[in-house]
């Protein structure tokens, strides 16, 4: 059964530092989105991407985030300038064009740390 | 104000007992979909159920149904005959926006704050 991907499960990294979070969807798909949950919270929409440009984005999705699809399978989110409060687990999702729900397919997650 | 609200959270059940997971929303979007997700404590979220705002019947997946009652505004989870690998945190998410099976294909999914089930054998 095809699944999201994420890559890599778990990055640490200092305050202040970039990340980038990469994500293959599912191949037919072509919306794509992340999330992200700080421990023990909800998850919370941070910005969709379909034909190659952004959809939607929350108040979250500020200046210092960037979403990129630099080739026909990675979707990737990066942080410009990490800050503690961006610890959390970060979702890349993906849904399709057609079917009977379009429920979104969630990746593994990758769990963010910023020291 | 709170698109989703789950106001249980946590919940117990016995093992083979049904239970009920409680969701409201609130929304004036005609269009929308509610979602229901687990996340067992491995952290992946698995898709379980959903219910179009049109749809006229209350959705079922295997031991999954919905009690969607669109007056109150509604969708509560019934996992029948719960099982041990039931024992998850379980979320409730709504998808807004125009479209003849309820929200757009490609809206963003808003979140309930999650419900623990522990099933307790």
């Known amino acids: 059964e095809p699944e999201v991907t994420q890559t890599p499960s778990h990055q640490v990294t200092q305050m202040g530092q970039e990340v980038i979070l990469r994500c293959v969807p599912i191949s037919n798909h072509l919306y794509f989105y992340w999330y992200r949950q700080i421990l023990g919270q909800k998850v919370e929409f941070l910005v969709s991407f379909y034909n190659n440009e952004i959809s939607e984005k929350s108040e979250i999705f500020d200046d210092q985030f960037s979403v990129e699809r630099p080739d026909g399978s990675n979707f990737t989110l990066k942080i410009r300038s990490t800050k503690l409060e961006d610890s959390a687990m970060y979702f890349c999702?993906?849904?399709?064009?057609?079917?009977?729900?379009?429920?979104?397919?969630f990746g593994p997650g990758t769990r963010l740390t910023v020291l | 104000a709170q698109k989703i609200t789950q106001t249980q959270p946590g919940m117990f059940v016995q093992e083979k007992e049904a239970v009920t997971l409680d969701c409201t929303y609130d929304?004036?979007?005609?269009?929308?979909?509610l979602f229901w997700y687990k996340q067992p404590s491995s952290g992946e979220m698995i898709f379980l159920i959903y219910?179009?705002?049109?749809?006229?019947q209350n959705a079922t997946e295997g031991r999954y149904s919905l009690n969607f009652q669109k007056a109150r505004k509604s969708a509560n989870l019934v996992i029948s005959a719960s099982q041990l690998g039931d024992s998850a945190m379980y979320f409730c998410?709504?998808?807004?926006?125009?479209?003849?099976?309820?929200?757009?294909?490609?809206?963003?999914?808003?979140f309930g704050q999650g419900t623990i089930l522990t099933v307790h054998p």
């Open positions: 998410a709504m998808r807004e926006g125009r479209g003849g099976t309820g929200g757009t294909s490609y809206g963003k999914l808003t």
């Open positions: 929304t004036s979007d005609p269009s929308y979909g």
């Open positions: 999702a993906s849904s399709a064009t057609s079917g009977r729900y379009n429920e979104q397919f």
């Open positions: 219910q179009g705002s049109y749809d006229q």
